[in-house]
Every structure is written in structure tokens, then in C-alpha cells.
């Protein structure tokens, strides 16, 4: 069964400290990344999508993607009070696959 | 463009009533999904479509049912409604894999069902 695991949480960060959400998958055919935001009571916010081993920076975000261990990060640089939410990892198996599976999300808290 | 728009934003229905979720995009995006979400839980595809006339059923098709006339339009059938469909309903929508490489789905604000 292909599945997308991450811890729940909660996790607390410091205000202005690295956040760190770690994403972990079973199918290694797997081929598209994504990092979805989601506000209490909103719905998810595509921020990242990652497609290659390695690194990729958006503003205050890097996502990380290691293939070979199946596991995709992101980091969150400098965080704000505003970065609270839960995060969604996301995957999709192979090209030509319609759709993505979704872990259950890391609720992240930035303390002030 | 607007999106990905929802309608109805809330909605209370009674056992056994039904209701159409109407959802439509104006991205010309050939692939759209519809997910819920319960309470701290993932999302679960319940129907997704690549294309006009073309659909099919996901993770939890059962007690649903959609149809795709257009590719703008996606709509989501209840048909005697039950308190297990007590949830909060996305809809999603993506470039096929033609057009872009990837799979990058956009959703919705959603609708907030409830059944009682």
C-alpha cells in the first residue's frame, strides 16, 4: 500500500528559529513532491514541490528531497507567528499518475 | 482568475436529504478531484476526472456520485445523506499530464457539510 507518513505533532518553534517537517514515503517509484499549507479551518496552499534530489529555495523555504532514503523536508527559515499551521506532504507515484497521496499532516506552532 | 470556487460555503442537511457541491474552475485544467477532510484527518479522494465525460472513483467513492459535462464544472452528488458524510468537502483541480509535467493540484476554499 503506498503510503505518505509524518509525524502529527504538534511541533513548537521559537519565533525566529528553523522549522523543520520531515515527510516520509513507501512507493520509491515516486516521482513529484509537493508541500501544502493549511490554516485552521482553510483550505490547503500549494508552497513547494520539489521534483529532483536535492534542494530547492523559495524565499524562507527549502524543501529537501532524498530519494534514495524516501524521505522530503522542509525547512522554514526565520519563522513568523503566521507559519502556524499544518503542513501537508503530498506525493505522486509516477508520471501520468492523476493523483497524489497525502500524508496527514505536522500541526506547527511558532511560539513568539 | 478566480480559481478553484466552491458553493455552498456551509451546508446542514437532514438524513436522508440530498444535495449537489458544485465546484468549477476557470484555469483550463483538464484533471479535478474532489477530496474530504474529516476532523484532523488527511484528505481522502473520493472522484477525480481527466476530462470531459471521463471520471472515476477514488479512495471513498461510496454514498457519491459525479458527473463532467463541461471542464470547468465538476459537481458532487449526496444522495441520502448520513452523519459519516459530516465533513468538510474540497474541491481540486491540475494540468494534465500533457500540458505540464507535473501534478500540481490547486484547491478550492471549501464546503463545510453537515449532517444531522
Known amino acids: 500500500q503506498k503510503e505518505v507518513e509524518q509525524n502529527s505533532g504538534p511541533l513548537s518553534v521559537p519565533e525566529g528559529a528553523i522549522a523543520s517537517l520531515n515527510c516520509t514515503y513507501s512507493d520509491r517509484g515516486s516521482q513529484s513532491f509537493f508541500w501544502y499549507r493549511q490554516y485552521s479551518g482553510k483550505s490547503p496552499e500549494l508552497i513547494m514541490s520539489?521534483?529532483?534530489?536535492g534542494d530547492k529555495e523559495d524565499g524562507r523555504f527549502t524543501a529537501q528531497l532524498n530519494k534514495a532514503s524516501q524521505y522530503v523536508s522542509l525547512l522554514i527559515r526565520d519563522s513568523q507567528p503566521s507559519d502556524s499551521a499544518t503542513y501537508l506532504c503530498a506525493v505522486n507515484a509516477n508520471f501520468g499518475n492523476e493523483k497524489l497521496t497525502f500524508g496527514t499532516g505536522t500541526r506547527l506552532t511558532i511560539i513568539p | 482568475n478566480a480559481g478553484v470556487t466552491q458553493t455552498p460555503k456551509f451546508r446542514i442537511l437532514k438524513i436522508g436529504q440530498s444535495m449537489t457541491l458544485q465546484c468549477a474552475q476557470d484555469?483550463?485544467?483538464?484533471?479535478m478531484y474532489w477530496y474530504r477532510q474529516d476532523p484532523g484527518m488527511g484528505l481522502k479522494l473520493i472522484y477525480y476526472?481527466?476530462?470531459?465525460?471521463?471520471?472515476d472513483k477514488g479512495e471513498v467513492p461510496n454514498g457519491y456520485n459525479v458527473s463532467r459535462s463541461t471542464t470547468e464544472d465538476f459537481p458532487l452528488r449526496l444522495e441520502l445523506a448520513a452523519p459519516s458524510q459530516t465533513s468538510v468537502y474540497f474541491c481540486?483541480?491540475?494540468?494534465?499530464?500533457?500540458?505540464?509535467?507535473?501534478?500540481?493540484?490547486?484547491f478550492g476554499p471549501g464546503t463545510r457539510l453537515t449532517v444531522l
Open positions: 484555469m483550463n485544467h483538464n484533471y
Open positions: 476526472s481527466v476530462g470531459a465525460g471521463i471520471t
Open positions: 481540486a483541480s491540475s494540468y494534465s499530464w500533457s500540458r505540464s509535467s507535473y501534478n500540481e493540484q490547486f
Open positions: 520539489i521534483y529532483s534530489n
